[in-house]
């Protein structure tokens, strides 16, 4: 680690320390964001985020979580007091004081056993993304928990490696609940993974890409809108304007699009592509190199990034081309000595065939799915379990959508209308898929593990907590 990222840690941590304080004195007041807004006042509170794009602003080392086991974990949301980098405390809320949460890392075949305390004013229940769980610990709306509420998960993780990610999920106040802060990365890993040899240690880290808005006290701010919340500035990790030191070395990103409701389209500044090596449910059969890929709220990906050949003190840009957003600076701080290759093949997916039956999902204006709003005790279908079904999943306005599947890994057939292509990105084990206007989007799914009561709904959180989102039942 550079002497920048450990400053940035012990500065951190220092103020989380004082964040553990301030949490304690903020949860006896009501007003969360409010209450600690005197303490943030100052002359530069207003100054960095005038524009969309503001001025050239000292970039701030990038934050990365630490990482813990699920074994026994506490999880509480709560207001936090954070620095997104600069010295400068937001208020936001988080999970055990951390934006984004602590990175859970386990191996396959590990259980999880995680207390939840909501320390919150408004009821919660979390959400693990990616992870295939019996509907009891699937963080399900019908169990939110009240505030100073606590919910006891124990799961046992059998899955293929992938990142997935957990976040809240009470009816109608996700959106609320992620854009101030509450998301965290969940890591699986596996015995073929590691076969792999792909970068790992310090060489392999979590990317949360996500936008957010800052009010004039610099804390964060959420004020949704039907169409999607969309911010004025981006944050990877929760740091504004973050740089990461890097070696000569291939290095592994592991890259979630935490947003409410924005697509990224990464790129590399200096036209350098990724090697795209998994996506939402793990690694792909095989690596492919791509210039720019696609991310939609909830998706994530699996890249290598190759820094050999660059000299020390150069820098490279990870941009969204969308919005034309700086999004990481890299920054080649040293040499290291790194001559493996990236496999190409990499692992087998077994493709799903033969579908029993096809089921029709229209997503509607901007909170229906076939013609219904959520209710959180209706179901709304059954699912034989293991049976693979053809889910067609189409729109005509409103897009993008997101659409989210719990409970099993599906994969992406054809897209017609729109875009009117599956891209490269989409390969592979998937639990979300972008729908944008007009398309038409095919995929086959089979629910094996678990029967039990899950959840189809738009990942724009915002379209969620409007009611597009469906109950199925798994018989
Ligand atoms: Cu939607």
Not at 128 to 145: E, L
Not at 245 to 255: E, G, H
Not at 329 to 338: C, G, H, I, K
Not at 354 to 383: H, W
Request: glycine fraction near 10%.
């Amino acid at each position: 680690m550079s002497s920048d990222q450990e400053a940035g840690d012990i500065s951190r941590r220092a103020f989380l320390q004082k964040a553990v304080v301030l949490t304690g004195a903020i949860a006896a007041s009501t007003p969360l964001l409010a209450a600690s807004t005197p303490l943030l006042r100052g002359s530069e509170s207003s100054t960095i985020y005038a524009s969309a794009r503001p001025q050239p602003a000292p970039r701030n080392p990038l934050y990365i979580p630490p990482t813990v086991s699920p074994s026994g974990l506490s999880l509480t949301e709560a207001p936090a007091t954070v620095d997104l980098g600069g010295g400068k405390l937001s208020s936001v809320w988080a999970y055990n004081g951390l934006m984004p949460g602590p990175t859970i890392r386990a191996a396959r075949g590990e259980t999880a056993q995680i207390g939840l305390l909501n320390g919150l004013t408004k009821e919660t229940i979390t959400h693990w993304h990616g992870m295939i769980v019996d509907d009891v610990n699937d963080g399900h709306p019908r169990f939110a928990i009240p505030p100073g509420g606590t919910f006891g998960y124990n799961f046992a993780i059998n899955q293929r490696a992938a990142m997935n990610w957990y976040h809240p999920h009470p009816d109608k106040l996700t959106g609320e609940q992620v854009a101030l802060g509450l998301a965290g990365a969940f890591i699986i890993t596996d015995t073929l993974e590691a076969s792999l040899d792909l970068p790992s240690g310090p060489y392999e880290i979590p990317l949360v890409v996500r936008d957010a808005n800052l009010d004039k006290a610099g804390n964060l701010d959420y004020r949704p809108k039907r169409g999607g919340f969309l911010g004025k500035t981006p944050l990877v990790n929760g740091t504004l304007n973050p740089k990461l030191d890097v070696d000569t070395t291939r290095y592994r990103f592991r890259v979630l699009n935490g947003a409410n409701s924005r697509i990224f389209g990464l790129r590399l500044s200096n036209g350098a592509p990724f090697t795209l090596i998994g996506t939402d449910g793990g690694l792909l059969e095989t690596s492919i190199s791509l210039p720019q890929v696609d991310l939609g709220p909830g998706e994530r990906l699996d890249v290598i990034v190759d820094f050999r050949g660059l000299g020390v003190g150069s820098t490279v840009m990870l941009q969204d081309a969308r919005s034309r957003w700086d999004l990481l600076e890299f920054v080649v701080a040293r040499t290291a000595s790194d001559t493996g290759t990236t496999p190409t093949t990499l692992s087998t997916i077994t493709p799903l065939t033969n579908p029993v039956r096809t089921r029709d999902f229209k997503f509607e204006g901007m909170s229906k799915i076939n013609g219904l709003e959520y209710e959180v005790n209706r179901i709304d279908f059954q699912v034989p379990l293991g049976q693979t079904e053809l889910w067609r999943f189409s729109t005509k306005g409103n897009a993008p959508h997101p659409v989210h599947v719990h409970g099993a890994y599906f994969q992406v057939q054809s897209r017609t209308g729109g875009r009117d292509q599956v891209f490269p990105w989409e390969r592979g084990w998937k639990d979300t898929v972008l729908l944008e206007d007009g398309e038409t989007v095919e995929v086959l799914v089979r629910f094996d593990a678990f029967k039990g009561i899950y959840l189809l709904h738009c990942h724009k959180l915002e379209h969620e907590d409007a009611g597009m989102m469906a109950n199925f039942e798994v018989v």
